[in-house]
């Protein structure tokens, strides 16, 4: 089971940054996301499909429509740039599986 | 605070074996959903292995016969045996906490890493 990411997204500050997260199991589990700095270990942005974690800027936000879910940042900042997953589970709920992940490049 | 803190990590010849470990605290290693997600350099996340509060287990493909997770309740320690090493097992492992199954974002919680590195 896979989960499909675009390779990477660029944006210029202030602007809004788009990652999609394609999977078939999608509309049956629920999406969480993660930031992921060089060296440093993921960060959960988004839970549950659209919950943010205490501590995440508004600027992200999640959705989900069918066998895609959505990380959007609103208002990019220079330090969101970093590579950013989608996390989900098979259909069967019985592992964790991961998209391949995006770098978001801020111009 | 949930803390995952790994241990264990280091320089192995190929067909060497490591054990991994990784303190808990804030939670009981027991009764939550435990694993291990494993980054190659340069490489997206993996999920390598599992263990479920009921003490099932889980593996991916690339580590099933020589991988084996467990854990050490009254130390609260989650452990990955790795055996048959490969340079294809070079990465830095994530100790992890409720990826599936949580009641609640403060439970999502990943180690620091430690750095495996397979190598002649």
């Known amino acids: 089971y896979e989960l499909t990411q675009p390779p990477s997204v660029s944006v210029s500050p202030g602007q809004t940054a788009r990652i999609t997260c394609s999977g078939d199991a999608l509309p049956k589990q629920y999406s969480y996301w993660y930031q992921q700095k060089a060296g440093q270990a993921p960060v959960l942005v988004i839970y549950?499909?659209?919950e943010r974690p205490s501590g995440i800027p508004e600027r992200f936000s999640g959705s989900s429509s069918g066998t895609t879910v959505t990380l959007t940042i609103t208002g990019v900042h220079a330090e969101d740039e970093a590579d950013y997953y989608c996390q989900s589970a098979d259909s069967s709920k019985t592992y964790p599986v991961f998209g391949g992940g995006t770098k978001v490049n801020v111009l | 605070e949930v803390q995952l803190v790994e241990t264990g990590g280091g320089l192995i010849q190929p067909g060497g074996s490591l054990r991994l470990s990784c303190a808990v605290l804030g939670i009981g290693v027991s009764n939550n959903y435990m694993g291990w997600v494993r980054q190659a350099p340069g490489k997206g996340l993996e999920w390598v292995s599992d263990?479920?509060?009921?003490?099932?287990?889980h593996y991916a493909d690339s580590v099933k016969g020589r991988f084996t997770i467990s854990r050490d309740g009254p130390k609260n320690t989650l452990h990955l045996q790795m055996n048959s090493l490969r340079a294809e097992d070079t990465a830095v492992y994530y100790c992890?906490?409720?990826?599936?199954?949580?009641?609640?974002?403060?439970?999502?919680?990943w180690g620091p890493g430690t750095l495996v590195s397979v190598s002649s």
């Open positions: 263990i479920q509060p009921g003490g099932t287990t």
């Open positions: 992890t906490s409720n990826l599936l199954f949580s009641n609640s974002w403060i439970d999502v919680v």
């Open positions: 549950k499909d659209n």
